[in-house]
């Protein structure tokens, strides 16, 4: 459970690294907790009415595409900031994150931020998070 708490306590944090776990479950955190938005947001519009010449939805569906939204909103800059501790694991700059709006390029970067490996050791960018020693430092 620590781990998918990480990101939102280093919200601001651009520093440091992250291991592909702490990507991987916060991604996957979110999406599920989107879908289960969405799909509540879909049951509460069902709810609505049936009368076809109405295309207002419920208000309780609308506070849900609200909730979702301010969800959404709240997750950029964690995301951000973890890609780019996620790109220092692996010795790069988070300069690197930029070409994720070059349309190939950006489904490249971010295959290559999900599967490859963190360089071994410190790096420029500090200490390897899975040494034993060190990850105590990351939940302190």
């Not at 916060?26 to 049936?50: E, K, P």
């Not at 909730?67 to 010795?91: K, T």
């Not at 998070?129 to 060190?134: E, G, H, I, V």
């Amino acid at each position: 459970m620590e781990i998918l708490l990480q990101p939102w306590r280093h919200y601001f944090d651009f520093t440091g690294r992250s291991r592909r776990l702490e990507y991987g479950l916060f991604h996957l955190a979110f999406w599920i907790a989107s879908a289960a938005l969405v799909v509540l947001c879909m049951a509460f519009a069902a709810g609505g009415s049936t009368d076809p010449s109405v295309s207002m939805p419920s208000p309780a569906a609308s506070a849900v595409a609200v909730l979702w939204s301010l969800f959404a909103l709240a997750a950029v800059i964690p995301s951000l900031a973890l890609a780019v501790r996620r790109l220092h694991d692996q010795n790069m700059s988070g300069w690197w994150l930029l070409l994720g709006v070059v349309p190939l390029l950006g489904i490249v970067i971010g295959l290559m931020m999900f599967f490859a490996g963190g360089t071994r050791g410190p790096n420029n960018f500090g200490d390897d998070p899975k040494d034993p020693l060190t990850a105590a430092d990351l939940f302190a």
